[in-house]
């Protein structure tokens, strides 16, 4: 069982910088690892994704230009590097990965229903 374990999360200004991590219990080689956040009173939402496998990344367009995600597969880990916050990107930010390829892909990395493992979540708060 892959065990997602979310951290770096944390209070922050407006224009301020947080890097948050995944570190997963076993390898992620080959694997779909994303970040998603729920805002109170929000649906959930993918933010981005990457496939582990080729290094490909994936990314919401309200967060591109200012978020970056990548790997260390070495460590089991995935980082999300958030730069020039805004107070909209308050949120519960989660960890998710699937073992499938498919979960993966321009059209399918945003659809939370394609992650089996998930996190806890950490919370990130910016203030204005």
């Known amino acids: 069982q892959l065990r997602l374990m979310e951290s770096g999360g944390g209070s922050v200004q407006a224009g301020g910088s947080l890097r948050l991590s995944c570190t997963a219990s076993?390898?992620?080689?080959?694997?779909?690892v994303a970040w998603f956040r729920q805002a109170p009173g929000k649906e959930r939402e993918g933010v981005a994704a990457?496939?582990?496998?080729?290094?490909?990344?994936y990314g919401a367009n309200a967060v591109k230009g200012r978020f970056t995600i990548s790997q260390d597969s070495a460590k089991n880990t995935v980082f999300l590097q958030m730069d020039n916050l805004k107070p909209e990107d308050t949120a519960l930010y989660y960890c998710?990965?699937?073992?499938?390829?498919?979960?993966?892909?321009?059209?399918?990395?945003?659809?939370?229903?394609?992650?089996?493992?998930w996190g806890q979540g950490t919370q990130v708060t910016v203030s204005s």
């Open positions: 076993m390898h992620i080689t080959s694997t779909c």
């Open positions: 998710a990965a699937d073992r499938r390829r498919s979960a993966c892909y321009s059209g399918s990395w945003f659809n939370e229903e394609g992650y089996f493992f």
């Open positions: 990457i496939y582990t496998g080729t290094d490909v990344p």
